[in-house]
T-cell receptor
Framework: GAVVSQHPSWVICKSGTSVKIECRSL??????MFWYRQFPKQSLMLMAT?????????EQGVEKDKFLINHASLTLSTLTVTSAHPEDSSFYIC?????????FGPGTRLTVL | GQQLNQSPQSMFIQEGEDVSMNCTSS?????WLWYKQDPGEGPVLLIA?????ELTSNGRLTAQFGITRKDSFLNISASIPSDVGIYFC????????????FGTGTRLKVLA
């Protein structure tokens, strides 16, 4: 059945480095994917809308040059956290329309030292 | 970012009790979803609602899409320990892409 996967499930990196997170739709195609960020004990906050073949749309307050999104195919969207800092440490979750409802990936926990 | 108001924030209940939580918005939504999230995992869809007034069940879970389109309710009957987790509502407006806005979450703890 339709599933959204993410890779890696967790990553630890040094401050100043860049980290790429992949979001894949399995058994379905997704022209649109969403990226969320979740801090401990908080809800999911929408960061950006990833559109296949076009530029991503970012929510207010989210730096597009820091969080690069590439939706190169109908089954893959990537989020790259550039020059990561400790305050970027969070749980990043993607979602895609698995019809009839939106499915979520298992999340990627990023820890920046 | 925008969030929906969800209440209660947290609740402790005894096993076997029924649970109710709700989600409200200042604006109208055309779709309401309810998710459950376990620690360290992504949200898992519980119930999807697409029509005002709709009442949908999934096992012991029942959710309703409010008539005003500005709220939704989730009820869990006869709670069990594995119901523990965080429950989120999510609403979307039909505007081309279904951009879901999440509620603040209800943290549920079930005492055996």
């Amino acid at each position: 059945g339709a599933v959204v996967s993410q890779h890696p499930s967790w990553v630890i990196c040094k401050s100043g480095t860049s980290v790429k997170i992949e979001c894949r739709s399995l058994d379905f195609q997704a022209t649109t994917m969403f990226w969320y960020r979740q801090f401990p004990k908080q809800s999911l906050m929408l960061m950006a809308t990833s559109n296949e073949g076009s530029k991503a749309t970012y929510e207010q307050g989210v730096e597009k040059d820091k969080f690069l999104i590439n939706h190169a195919s109908l089954t893959l969207s990537t989020l790259t956290v550039t020059s990561a800092h400790p305050e970027d440490s969070s749980f990043y979750i993607c979602s895609a329309n698995g019809s009839p409802a939106w499915l979520f990936g298992p999340g990627t926990r990023l820890t920046v030292l | 970012g925008q969030q929906l108001n969800q209440s209660p924030q947290s609740m402790f209940i005894q096993e076997g009790e029924d649970v109710s939580m709700n989600c409200t918005s200042s604006s109208i939504f055309n779709t309401w979803l309810w998710y459950k999230q376990d620690p360290g995992e992504g949200p898992v869809l519980l119930i999807a609602l697409y029509k005002a007034g709709e009442l949908t069940s999934n096992g012991r879970l029942t959710a309703q899409f409010g008539i005003t389109r500005k709220d939704s309710f989730l009820n869990i009957s006869a709670s069990i320990p594995s119901d523990v987790g965080i429950y989120f509502c999510a609403g979307a407006k039909t505007s081309g892409t279904y951009k879901y806005i999440f509620g603040t979450g209800t943290r549920l703890k079930v005492l055996a």
